[in-house]
């Protein structure tokens, strides 16, 4: 079967860094994408990534190694505003979307 | 602005009723699909569509209906609601399905409760 797995929770201070991993298994892989949630709110797109390696865009970065199917979004500078749930969905070989539970990301004063 | 419609936003239905939940988009985008989201779970997908005239199955179809009439609006239909399709549901589009032009643009979501 195809299987995301995320953590369900994660605390972090104000000012940190933290890391959200996600691993996959998958029939087939054509790109990871990692979208933002706040309660109550529409998913919104933060990131793709389709080769390995790293991608950075501003505060947030997202790291992908196709041959150990896992993929980490890293958030620097932790802002209140990043209390949210953070969405790992992977594109299979169908053109479908699986996603993962997500993780719910607490920022702390 | 340039978006997806979702109506309504939040419904209570009793049990065996027939509802209809809206979405239009304005983005012009090919592809549509329906989410349900529920607590510890991933969105999973209901029914998509390729292109205007076009549905397909996702992984979740059972009791519910889409059409796709005109590129703009991707209605979903319960038929005959259940208690377990309580749940929120989040109307998306993309430019397509290949890969890299998946982004998906999500609408507000629309609350329902059947009882």
């Known amino acids: 079967g195809q299987n995301i797995d995320q953590p369900t929770e994660m605390t972090a201070t104000e000012g940190a860094i933290v890391q959200i991993n996600c691993t996959y298994q998958t029939s087939g892989f054509n790109g990871l994408f990692w979208y933002q949630q706040h309660a109550g709110e529409a998913p919104t797109f933060l990131s793709y990534n389709v080769l390995d390696g790293l991608e950075e865009k501003g505060r947030f970065s997202s790291f992908l190694s196709r041959s150990k199917g896992y993929s980490y979004l890293l958030l620097k500078e932790l802002q209140m505003k990043d209390s949210a749930s953070y969405l790992c969905?992977?594109?299979?070989?169908?053109?479908?979307?699986?996603w993962g539970a997500g993780t719910k990301l607490i920022i702390k004063p | 602005i340039a978006g997806i419609t979702q109506a309504p936003t939040s419904q209570i239905l009793a049990a065996g009723r027939r509802m209809t939940l809206r979405c239009t988009q304005d983005?012009?985008?090919?592809?549509m699909y329906w989410y349900r989201q529920d607590l510890g779970l991933g969105l999973r997908l209901i029914h998509y569509?390729?292109?205007?005239?076009?549905?397909g199955k996702g992984e979740v179809p059972d009791g519910y209906s889409v059409s796709r009439a005109n590129t703009d609006d991707f209605p979903l239909t319960l038929a005959s609601a259940v208690p377990s399709q309580t749940s929120v549901y989040f109307c998306a589009s993309s430019a397509s399905l290949t890969p890299g032009a998946n982004v998906l643009t999500f609408g507000a979501g629309s609350r329902l409760t059947v009882l």
């Open positions: 969905a992977v594109h299979d070989s169908n053109y479908q979307l699986i």
């Open positions: 569509s390729n292109t205007a005239g076009t549905t």
């Open positions: 983005m012009r985008h090919n592809a």
